[in-house]
Nanobody
Framework: QVQLVETGGGSVQAGGSLRLSCAAS????????MGWFRQAPGKEREAVAY???????SYADSVKGRFTISQDNAKNTLYLQMDSLKPEDTAMYYCAAKPRRGLCSRADMYDYWGQGTQVTVSS
């Protein structure tokens, strides 16, 4: 069993920045991809960014150029640096891990999830 714990959410004004962290309970050596997802009230959970085990990184079009995903394997931690935040970025943000090969962009393909951290951006 893997536990993921997100931290770093909060409330900021538009244009501000936040850095989310996701600490894993053990080394994710066998994970195929790890990603950040978000879900706003009344909307489906969507992929924000993910990293594949070969180093490939992918971003949602809505966050390209503003968000940066990274990982520190020595600390078993995944990060999401969010800059130039917009009100439409307001959502609950989740970290997730997918051990097996498959579509990293689909939330239903992930096996492990954190509890989420709220990000609120005011105009």
């Amino acid at each position: 069993q893997v536990q993921l714990v997100e931290t770093g959410g909060g409330s900021v004004q538009a244009g501000g920045s936040l850095r989310l962290s996701c600490a894993a309970s053990r080394y994710m050596y066998s994970v195929y991809c790890m990603g950040w997802f978000r879900q706003a009230p009344g909307k489906e959970r969507e992929a924000v960014a993910y990293i594949v085990d070969d180093g490939k990184i992918s971003y949602a079009d809505s966050v390209k150029g503003r968000f940066t995903i990274s990982q520190d394997n020595a600390k078993n931690t995944l990060y999401l640096q969010m800059d130039s935040l917009k009100p439409e970025d307001t959502a609950m943000y989740y970290c997730a891990a997918k051990p097996r090969r498959g579509l990293c962009s689909r939330a239903d393909m992930y096996d492990y999830w954190g509890q989420g951290t709220q990000v609120t951006v005011s105009s």
